[in-house]
């Protein structure tokens, strides 16, 4: 075989690749499955992108009457509008504020263990962005004992913003995977 002829099946075989990939993480990052919503014992908010998180966990918690409330804190940007909330409804009962440490899923996810463990929570609903539900889901499974409702929040992305996604949180699902501990 000649080395133009190598070259052509290297680059066909990149291109299927490619495009095998993209519709992968079509189908798990911008069109995950979503948890029916039900009544459980809290509602968690996620930290980042609070502007499209926030709104839906609070609907969800009138909407099934589910009276605790977890929100995470971040300091960061996009977590402003969930860092206020917490700022403006500090010492109100069955609301729980935390930052995580470390500061990132695997943060959030150890410390809702501990959460739940020390509240006797059997079931959460967990809300954060569509393009997380995946990676936030597989993570919160492997750390709380609780059973696990993941809901998604709709993000709104430029198509390079959803590949910038794609990317992230293919590395982050398999970081989740190939080490599954909190």
């Known amino acids: ?18 495009a095998l990939w993209l519709i992968a993480a079509f189908q798990l990052f911008h069109n995950p499955p979503h948890a029916t919503p039900q009544r459980t014992d809290a ?11 926030l709104p839906v966990g609070l609907a969800l918690r009138d909407q099934l009457g589910i009276r605790d409330l977890v929100v ?3 300091g960061l940007p ?6 206020e909330f917490c700022e403006e409804h500090d010492g109100v009962t069955h609301l729980d504020c935390f930052r995580p440490d470390p500061l990132n899923t695997r943060g959030e996810a150890s410390r809702l ?33 609780a059973d ?4 998604g929040a709709e993000p709104q992305l430029s ?15 398999l970081d989740v995977w190939l080490r ?3």
């Open 1 to 18: 075989m000649t080395f133009k002829r190598k070259l052509a099946w290297t680059l066909v075989a990149c291109v299927l690749a490619g």
């Open 43 to 53: 509602i968690v908010v996620l930290g980042g992108m609070s502007n499209e998180r």
């Open 72 to 74: 995470v804190t971040t």
């Open 78 to 83: 996009a977590n402003a509008g969930s860092d």
């Open 113 to 145: 263990r501990d959460l739940a463990a020390e509240r006797g929570w059997t079931s959460v609903t967990v809300v954060t962005s569509d393009y997380h539900v995946q990676r936030a889901g597989t993570l919160m499974k492997q750390c709380i004992a």
């Open 148 to 151: 696990v409702y993941m809901v």
């Open 159 to 173: 198509p390079a913003g959803w590949v910038r996604r794609f990317i992230v949180e293919t590395g982050g699902l």
């Open 180 to 182: 599954p501990e909190c």
